[in-house]
């Protein structure tokens, strides 16, 4: 069995800077981690790539050939790579049998949420090369920040999950930054957790533009929570122990804990049911080293 994880994520997700931020630590922790292109826009990529799409296709080529857009020349490539998926396979089967693998993905979100091209590359990668893949879905943790903004981050994130059909991790990324851009209605784990979104609905109204379609808003609310499939986790790619901690996580959701253990059934449900005690590292730690807590800072200022 072969693991890996498929890094998606929309522009400004950070999903170039994580495959390069996971790559470097995957390979300090002793594991032989290779990183597979397959973004035709990435035109500077920051790690060394053993697998690179422009060797068989170039956006930049199609969009002169074709007269097409980025986006239109995107989906013509991902069209392009699926009638040419054997030129993949060969490039991966000389890396599957001692690598783990780390697919970066174009940051298109249709490719993901409307379009099949990737998901038939991904179900054909699996069948054919017996990968065990986990999705991991980037999202700009700033959006939090904005009632409307993060209503559309669920909705994309549970169009992906459902499209996509994988074991899914979805992540708030650059959470370091997360009170660069304002602070938040409510506690992290609000978001994280994805609850009772009609708390949101008076921060909604607040804004002409959301107020207008405050039904049409409501009922995609109900829609997210009727499904209640959708919550996230936080990384700092460049604090090893948030990246460490997402790593147990995504090693549980593909199943490469269980890859060196030979026992039985019973040793295996012991490990599956072991707590990650991944709640406090992924809201509350968060919270109190990123986040102000501004009744301490008033309570302080009064003191002075």
């Excluded at 060797?55 to 991902?78: A, T």
């Excluded at 899914?168 to 992290?188: C, M, Q």
């Excluded at 909604?204 to 996230?232: G, H």
């Amino acid at each position: 069995m072969v693991f890996g994880q498929v890094v998606i994520g929309p522009p400004g997700s950070g999903k170039t800077t994580y495959c390069n931020g996971m790559s470097q630590f995957l390979s300090l922790i002793g594991r032989k981690v290779v990183v597979i292109n397959l973004d035709p826009a990435n035109d500077a990529l920051p790690y060394d790539c053993a697998i690179n799409i422009e060797d068989l296709i170039k956006l930049s080529d199609v969009m002169s050939e074709h007269s097409l857009g980025p986006n239109g020349g995107l989906v013509y490539c991902m069209d392009y790579l699926e009638k040419n998926i054997d030129w993949l396979e060969d490039k991966l089967k000389p890396l599957i049998d001692d690598h783990y693998l780390l697919f970066d993905f174009p940051g298109q979100v249709e490719l993901f949420s409307l379009h099949t091209n990737a998901r038939n590359i991904i179900n054909r990668l699996i069948k054919k090369l017996d990968l065990r893949l986990t999705a991991m879905h980037l999202v700009d943790a700033h959006l939090c920040c904005d009632p409307g903004k993060y209503v559309s981050a669920l909705l994309l994130s549970l169009s992906t999950m459902l499209h996509l059909e994988l074991p899914h991790i979805n992540v708030f990324s650059k959470i370091d930054l997360i009170e660069n851009y304002g602070n938040l209605a409510f506690n992290l784990d609000f978001y994280t957790d994805v609850q009772d979104l009609s708390y949101l609905q008076y921060h909604l109204d607040q804004d002409p533009r959301s107020a207008k379609y405050r039904k049409l808003t409501k009922e995609l609310c109900d829609v997210i929570d009727d499904f209640s499939l959708v919550n996230f986790t936080t990384l700092d790619i460049q604090d090893k122990e948030s990246v460490g901690n997402l790593v147990k996580l995504i090693d549980k959701s593909n199943g490469y804990i269980f890859s060196s253990i030979d026992s039985s059934a019973v040793e295996f449900s012991k490990i599956a049911a072991a707590p990650l005690d991944w709640d406090y590292y992924r809201t509350a730690a968060v919270q109190e080293k990123y986040m102000k807590d501004d009744e301490v800072v008033q309570q302080k200022s009064r003191m002075q």
